[in-house]
């Protein structure tokens, strides 16, 4: 080892799909000791070449060191990995997309057992791992002593950021980011079925659309301006009722070239209910309000059950 290998932090790496193999080997390429585990031990063969250690199981590489870092599949995953452990001691860094509640209850876990716990959303695909151009990053939420303890390691493989103590804050970003991306495809899915069975090359639609949703973009920062400010008409362009009016368009425009509008109904469906409620001259803004105004879905009392007790064994 070189003297530079050794003052780097050693790190334990529990999962090796497509991501946790991208992050061993940023790890690994930075010269931090790196002890991974894998229920496929055969996918850790390549990293040992890289100087990885590999450990027969996840209580070994848990006990190896102290940042103990999780890139498994989903939270139920996790169950598996780290039933048998003994986490105390350990400072545990979850990178499994997961929701909110399962983030929080998966701090309490860790607290009960002695460990300190931080929660991530990798906003990034493999590629883009241990590759600072590419503009990657991990959003983090929990401790932020633990989280500014570990940020130069964290920070090897994408770029970090954290959102706050609430150890499910990250993972509400990463699904409400990951949301708007949808929405954002489901949008352009629905732009290229328009022009589906016309003679028009995707390929020159493509930039065009691509640089219309880059110029769209920035209509984020207005909207969160008239949340914060509970004034939906400031800065507002073309209101409510004007783009209602021009929801006919669009519907009969699909049916024209044979397309189903189901992409569009429901989004259209809500500026119409805001336009009957009185937002005439507001921005879109209030479908939010719409959105949040919907009551939460009713568990199962036997499932609710299961949840808490899953959350807490």
Avoid at 37 to 64: C, K, Q, Y
Avoid at 132 to 144: D, I, K, M, N, W
Avoid at 147 to 168: I, K, N, S, W
Wanted: glycine share 10%; charged share 20%.
């Amino acid at each position: 080892m070189t003297r530079n290998t050794i003052e780097k932090a050693p790190v334990t790496l529990l999962g090796l799909g497509a991501m946790g193999t991208a992050l061993a080997r940023a790890w690994l390429a930075a010269g931090h000791p790196l002890t991974v585990w894998n229920r496929t031990p055969v996918r850790a063969a390549a990293l040992v070449a890289e100087g990885a250690e590999v450990a027969d199981s996840a209580a070994e590489a848990v006990a190896a060191n102290t940042l103990v870092v999780v890139c498994l599949l989903d939270d139920h995953s996790v169950d598996e990995a780290l039933a048998g452990t003994e986490p105390a001691g350990r400072d545990l860094v979850n990178l499994v997309t997961s929701t909110p509640a399962q983030a929080r209850a998966r701090a309490v876990w860790a607290h009960e057992r002695g460990a300190r716990y931080l929660d991530g959303g990798i906003m990034a695909v493999p590629p883009m791992i241990g590759v600072p151009e590419a503009g990657g990053y991990v959003l983090y939420s929990g401790s932020r002593e633990l989280f500014e303890e570990h940020r130069q390691t964290l920070g090897v493989p994408a770029g970090t950021t954290y959102v706050g103590e609430d150890a499910g804050f990250a993972a509400l970003h990463d699904v409400a980011l990951l949301s708007a991306m949808y929405g954002m495809s489901a949008g352009a899915a629905h732009a290229f079925a328009l022009i589906r069975k016309e003679g028009i090359d995707p390929a020159a639609l493509a930039p065009l659309l691509a640089d219309w949703l880059v110029a769209m973009a920035p209509a984020v920062h207005l909207t969160a301006d008239q949340l914060r400010s509970g004034d939906y008409t400031k800065g507002v362009v073309s209101d409510l009722a004007m783009q209602v009016a021009g929801v006919p368009t669009f519907l009969r425009t699909a049916e024209e070239q044979g397309v189903s509008p189901e992409l569009l109904s429901p989004y259209f469906a809500l500026m119409r209910r805001r336009l009957a409620e009185g937002g005439a001259g507001e921005d879109l803004t209030g479908v939010v309000d719409l959105l949040t105004r919907c009551p939460p879905r009713r568990m199962n009392p036997r499932r609710r059950r299961d949840a808490v007790w899953h959350a807490h064994r």
